[in-house]
Structure formats: C-alpha cells, structure tokens
C-alpha cells in the first residue's frame, strides 16, 4: 500500500488554477522527487499536503487515512512533517531549544501541569531534551546545540530545520528545495544526509532545481508543468522522456537546469 | 588529562550537564536566587517603612502588587504568545464587579426557601450586616470568587476565540473595542453602581489569620499576602515558560505557520494564554476589591488597559521579573499622586518612549550589565532549567 | 405619518453622524494605505479641529478660525509623522500600533491640560440652536445641512485629489507599489507625511462642523478613533468609497440602536458592530475574501 496517495488535487488563487487534477502516490521508503519549472505549482502542492493551505477539490490519504482538511498541527500528528524553502527556525531560542519544540507533538504536559511541574512532567522534560539531541548527533550538529539559531550560517540553518522536522518522528518527510542556497560540497553533504534518514525508516519528498543531485537520490520522480503531471517514473525514463525534455528546453527554465539538462539528456 | 578535555568538550555540546551534581547545589542556589531576593526586599522594605515611620504606604505598594498580577499575565500574552491586548482592565474590573455585586447584594427574597439554606449551610451564602448595621444576606466572597472566575472563564474564552484569530492591528482594535463595551456597560448600569462603582464590599477571610481587608490594623498582614501572591504566580509561570508550554509560545510568537508546521495548536495556545492571562487579572481585580472594599468604572477604562500594556512595554515584554518591578515602582508612584494629573499623560509617554527607543525593554541593557559578573545568558539560563 | 416623520429623524441623526464617522475612516484608510499603521489617534484630530477653533474664534471671525484650526491640525499631523513615524519604519506592527495608542492618551491628556475638561462647542455657522429647516416632514438644524455639505465636497475633492493632481497620483502609487513608486522617483517619506497631513486635516475640518451638534470636549476622540475604524472596516479597509458608506452604515445603525436602548448605552452599538464586523467579516462588505492580512488562516 503506498503511503501517501494524491488523488486529483485542485487549487486556484482566483482565475488561476495553480494545481490542476495532480494525482500521485509515495511508497514507503522512497525517496521521491517533485520537478518543474517554478510556478509549475510545487510549492502549492506541499502547502496543501502539510495543512497550510486547503484543495478546492481532492484528496489526500496517508495510509489509507483520509488527510484533507486537516490542519498543520493535525498533519504533523499523523506522521508528516516539512522544511521550507526560506529556513524558518525560532530565532529567539537556541538550535537545542529549536529541536525540542520538534517533539511537542509527541509529548502532552499542558498549562497547569508544567506550572506545577507534577510527578512526570520533568521526566518528559528531560526527555525531550535527551531525544532533541540525539535528533543533533543523527546530523552532526551536537557542536551547535547552545548556540542562538539566530547566529548561524545558512547551511547551518538547513541542517537544524532538518534536525526539528526530524524530531516529530515523521513517516514521511517534505523537504521544500532543501538544496538552494547551498554550495556543492554542502549539497553532497545534503544528499547523504537524505540517504542517512532513508535508511532510518522515513519516506522523502522533496522539490527540488539541482537536476544531478535529483538523478543521484531520488527513486521515483514526477514532472509538474503549469500545474498538471506531466509524468512520473524513475530518473532514466523521465531523462526520456521528450515532453519533459521540451518543457525544461524550451526556456521556461532558468539557464543552469537547461545546461544540465542537455548535458544529462545526451548521454542517451 | 584526555578526560578532562573530552568533559569540557562535551559540556560546550551540551550533551553532558554543564554542572555535575558537586555543583547541583550552586545551580539549584542559582535558580532560587532571585525569588530569594524578591522575598528578602519585600521584607525589607516593610521593616524600612516601618522604621521610617511611614508604614501607611503599604497599603499603595499592595494595591501596586495587585496590579502588577494583571501586568505579569499581559506579559505571558504579549511578550511569549506575542498577541497584543488593549482590554485587559476589561477582565480586572469582571472579576472586580462580578465579586462586587455577589457580595452586596441582598438576596433576602430568596432567604426563606430551602435552596438558600443548602447554601447558606454550604458557605454560599452568608448573612451579615452591610454598612448601616442591617442584616442583609449576600454570597460569601469564597463563592464570589469562584463565580468571578466562571464569569472570566466564559468571557474570555467567548471573545478569544474569534479574536485571537485575527492579526496585529485588527487583535488590538477588537480588544480596545471590547473593554469599551464593558466600561460602557459598567458605567450605565445601575446594578454595578454606574459612575459611582460598588462600595460596602466586605472582608474575605481566607483562613484564621489571613484576611483580605482594608483595615490598617491588617495592612502588613495583607502587604504579605499579595507580595506572597505575586510570588507564587512568579514560580509557575517561570516553570512555564520554562517547559514545553512555554516553547511553544515562543514558537507561535517567533514564526507561528512554523509553529504550525511543528505540531503546534497554534489557535489552541493562543486562546489558553489569553484566558490565562484574563483569570490572572479577573483574580487581581477580586482580591483588590475586597481589599479597597470597592471598585469602580475607572478600572474597566482604556486608560487603564493602555497602563498595563506601557508597563508591560516597559518590564521588557517578555521579562517576569523586569515587568513586576516596573510595574510595582510606577503604579506605586502613580497612587502617591506623583504624576499629579498627568497621571495618564506619563503613562502614555513611557510607553512611546519605550517602544521607540528600547522596543524590548529598557531593562535589558542595564540587566546585561549587571548580570556581567554572573556571565549566563537567557539561553543557558534556560538549559540549565532543564538539567535540573 | 407620526412614525414616518420619527424614523426619518433618527435616519437623519444617523447619517449626520455618520458622515463624520466617514471622514474618520477616509483618514484611517489614508494613512493606512500610505504606511501600513492604523493610526489610533486619529480621533483626536477630530477633537484637536473643533477645540483649536473654539479658541480661535474668540480672536478671529469664524471662517477665518475653521481655516486656521484645519492648518495647525494639519501641521501637527505632519510633525507626529515625522517624529514618530519616519524613524521607526523598522519597526513591528505591533510597536506603531502601540505607539499611536500612547499619542492618542498624550493628545488627549494634552488637550484636557491646554484647555480644560468643560464642554465646548463653535457657534452655529448659520442660524442658531433653535433655527430649523424643514426637508422631507422633518426639521432639521441648518448645521447638519453644513455637515453634510462639507463631508461631501470632502470625499469629492479627495477623489479629485487622487485621481486627476500629480501628488494625489503620487501618494496612490506610493500606496499600491511603494518600490516602483521610489523608482519613478517619488519621495516616499514625504507622501507619509503628507498622507497624515491630509488625514488631520479632513478630520480638523469635520471637527469644526460637527462642533455645534455634538459639543467638542477632550475624550470625544477615543470613541470616534473606534467607531471610524469600525467604519472603515465594514467598508473594506482600502478601499475609499467604501470607507464613506461604512461610515453612513454605522451612523445609521447607531441612530436607531439609541432609539431602543437606554441612553447610556449609546455606544456599545457601534463598538459591538466592529466586534461583529472583525469576527465575521473582517474584509468588509466591500473589500475582498482572502483577506490573508486580515487573519490567520
């Protein structure tokens, strides 16, 4: 049974439909990605996924689960978190504190039990704490732990909102172009990271516009262009693919994919 | 020699306590410190008015304490949640009037039903003589205030719920708007006294030598009782903000569709706060009353909504103890009459003056520059909660 | 004919007050749509108008006293933009929120100090207390002809400001695309100014007018900060037409609100109908859903 199932998800800002009848499924443990040229609907479609925004029409299962409507902190519940593409870590706090508040959806201590601090309630304090740092360790990251998020670099910023996605012991994760912004040896860095987290159990989905490290990770990917599937299947026959190859040729696409593209389509 | 490296290696991670437990008694000495401190210049400053010869402003500084209960649950609310309430005076005066008409309203039509014994036998209801040595039958002020606390609760749950869920701007006009309806609504009825409040409001006497009374005779023993009181509310709300609850404020503060994306119930925490936030004043407001044995429209105005948020403004939003502080120095200044009639004019300067200049507090320099010896930030302040 | 006659009085009262509440909400929208603050003491430009030209008038004749008052208020607009404004851009929503709040209290308390706390009010422009005009089966003070007389060539000259002067083009550019505005070479800061400029003296103006049906005293601004901003958001903040029905809407529904309540309660109609209006819709009847600025989600 796939784990995740889109089935004919629509949406439209006004006049504009920016998802249009999107189906697609994720089996568990793959790593999946999502391409296309920007405002190919990539983004809409996380939103709608992790809760942020509602479908005018569709549905979406999680193990067979039906998931439409939920809010965000309903989705997270039930097994799915995401980064996004601007890391959106609390600045105020330090990474630890950060990765901590990844657990509150599987912790449960309320108002009137941390104001008593009742039997339990710093047990599970310390716990969160000890699960927040090994989520830490799991990436490399123990280094950083008191330091204020707000210090760090960019690269450093990606890897905590990772370490926090993780800490909500997802099922499946969304990544939201996880790679931009990076360097190529932070990005390799990256997709051993993504393959580490593969092996730990969770199902990736991520958009993405680095076309190699795409071809290099993912199992299955699915082609979305002006808000539809245009197709979906592993990285050699989406190479083959000639809509595809038109699509990302024919200048929609910024300059470096076009290159790339070439480069990979003519090793056919 | 490798150990030792590899320990404080570890420490600097924080994977390891910064403390081992030979140090857990400077850390625990660390914590209690500033409640301590709190305590120890409570004490001295009744010992000092006392020596002075001037113990009767204790009973300004009291009244500054309770005021300062309303300023610490606004802090909670706009400093962590990060939500702005102008209406705040609004839930002082509920709590206020709603323990004000319960304990002088003569409920005598009812007295000779069987009802009215179960509730008199119940200490619901207590029969007593009102200011001209009538026999009168009114609620007990311990059932008053648990009425004024269900009163809040519905209140506050009532217009949070579709407040909370609006931005910035339109949050701070709906409450604004809200603590006008109720001033309005407190100055027009004759049943809560209209321009002139409620006056007669009894005594509560919480236990065998603890009463909440006016009366100079028991002005230290109440001077303790709201110090005690601010201090107990001081304790749990610092395990609060200390805890996951806290964290997740902070969250929804910092970047709340972020916090959404963690598993918070944002709408959930923020609607929590803010009734928390509305009990803690509609407290305040009840414990003042039966302390000044009245309370009137002033209360609920917007002008005393504006106050709280200036000293909120001015502790440092987010800081408890910077807020208390402030909170009790000026409101005390202000009852001495220091402001003179520019009482509200100061207040709504400070709080132009603090937002333009110091936006988190003007406190927070000067506390940085003390703290200097001490050398922790608010970050590892907060770890170190934790390891405890 | 009793009933009818009745009713068309309280209709009268409510768009005679309401038109105030217009101009009020005209002002909030100004600001608003130039610098993104709700200006909370615009309120008291309204009270400043009337309580400046009172004192004038004892040196000046009337005309003469109304101009004055609507230059200073004016000025005044323009000085706290400055003051407060054109620094703290950086700043969040909730500081400027929280800044015009304590300049309402300042204003207010300001003018209780420089005046005094005695209701006052200008004379009559035409006529006197008892002179009435009879329109429609009802009588009317020539004032509230004046009132809406001068709303009217208001919102009108506004419009006309906007759309056909080469500052009022500027400000609605700088209010709709401020980079592209700056790159057309616009002074930004200076249609800040200008915006709260303008919006003081619109409400000096309808300060003035109001002044002999209402009284002028120093916390009549509060409530009307609240009632045009209640306004302005039924109409759809933003939008400018809007502002001025929302504004007659409001009046109206007080007017007849005041007919069944008790008299102390006069207020709480129009504060509950923003309370309404925010909750359920806060895009107004005018504005448009998705209003994402509004709410959360």
Known sequence: MALLEVQEIRRSFGGLVAVNRVSFAVQPGQIKAIIGPNGAGKTTLFNIISGLLKADSGQIRLRDRAISGFKPHQIVAAG????????????????????????????????????????????????IRETARSQLDFLGLASLAAAPAGALSFGQRRMVELARALATEPELLLLDEPASGLNPKEKEQLGEQIRRIR???????????????????????????????????????????????????GGEFRPAEEVELARLTSRL | MKKAEDRRQNQECGTEPRFQTSDFRLQTFRTLLPFALFALALVALQLGLRAAGREYCL??????????????????????????????????????????????????????????????????????????????????????????????????????????????????????????????IVVGTALFGAADGI????????????????????????????????LALLVLLRNLILSRV????????????????????????????????????????????????????????????????????????????????????????????LFGSYDNAVFGALLILIVSIAPEGPLKPL??????????SAVERRLEHGAA | MENTSLALQYLLSGVTKGSIYAVVAIGFNLIYSATGVLNFAQGEFVMLGGMVAITLAHYAPLPVAVAGAVVIVALLGGLLEVAFFRKLRRHSVLHLIIITIGLSIVLQEAALHLWDEKVRSL?????????????????????????????????????????????????????????????????????RTLSFALSAALGALAGCVISPITMTHYEMGAPLAIKGFAAAILGGLGNPMGAVAGGLLVGVLEAFAVSKLPAAYNDVAAFAVLLLVLFVRPHGLFGRPGGESVREH
């Open chain 1, 80 to 127: 799915i978190a995401r980064t996004f593409q601007n890391p959106s870590l609390f600045y105020r706090m330090s990474v630890l504190e950060n990765v901590m508040v990844g657990r509150h959806s599987r912790t449960r201590w309320e108002f009137a039990g941390c104001c008593l601090r009742l039997p339990g309630q710093p047990t599970e304090e310390r716990f």
């Open chain 2, 59 to 184: 009973t300004q500084l009291t009244m500054s304490l309770y005021y300062a209960i309303v300023v610490i649950g606004l802090c909670l609310v706009m400093g962590y949640a990060g939500q702005v309430s102008l209406g705040h005076g609004a839930f002082f005066a509920i709590g206020g009037y709603t323990a004000a008409v319960l304990t002088t309203h003569d409920f005598t039509r009812y007295g000779t039903s069987g009802w009215a014994a179960g509730m008199k036998a119940a200490h619901v209801l207590t029969a007593r003589d009102d200011l001209y040595g009538n026999p009168i039958l009114t609620a007990s002020p311990g059932a008053a205030f648990c009425a004024a606390m269900l009163v809040t609760l519905a209140i506050a749950g009532l217009i949070g719920y579709p407040a909370l869920r609006l931005k910035g701007h339109y949050l701070a006009m709906a409450t604004l708007g809200f603590g006008l309806i109720i001033n309005k």
């Open chain 1, 199 to 249: 092996e730990r159990g969770v199902t990736v989905l991520l958009v993405e516009h680095d076309m190699t490290m795409v071809m290099d990770l993912s199992d299955d990917i699915l082609v979305l262009h002006n808000g539809e599937v245009i197709a979906e299947g592993p990285p050699a026959t989406i190479q083959s693919n000639p809509e595809v190859v038109t699509v990302y040729l």
């Open chain 2, 199 to 230: 006056n007669g409001v009894p005594e509560w006497r919480l236990a065998p030598g603890l009463t909440v009374s006016g009366r100079s005779a028991l002005r230290v023993e109440n001077y303790y009782l709201a110090g005690g009181l601010v």
């Open chain 2, 246 to 337: 806290g964290r997740a404020l902070q969250a929804i503060h910092d970047r709340e569709a972020a916090a959404g994306a963690m598993g918070i119930n944002t709408a959930a925490y923020k609607l929590r706060a803010f009734v928390l936030s509305a009990l803690l004043a509609a407290m305040a407001g009840v414990f003042f009353t039966h302390y000044t044995g009245g309370i009137g429209p002033s209360e609920a105005s917007a002008f005393k909504s504006v106050r709280y948020v200036a000293l909120a403004a001015s502790g440092g939003m987010a800081s408890l103890w910077g807020v208390t502080g402030m909170s009790t120095l000026l409101n005390y200044l202000s009852l001495r009459g």
């Open chain 2, 367 to 376: 506390g940085q520059w003390l703290r200097k010896p001490f050398a922790r």
């Open chain 3, 123 to 191: 004379p009559y422009f035409t006529g006197n207390e008892v002179s009435s005009v009879k329109i429609l089966g009802a009588a009317i003070s020539p004032q509230v002809l004046w009132v809406l007389g001068t709303v009217a060539v208001m919102v009108i000259s506004l419009q006309v400001f906007l759309k056909y002067t080469l500052p009022g083009r500027a400000m609605r550019a700088c209010s709709s695309n401020p980079d592209a505005a700056m790159l057309a070479g616009i002074n930004i800061p200076n249609m």
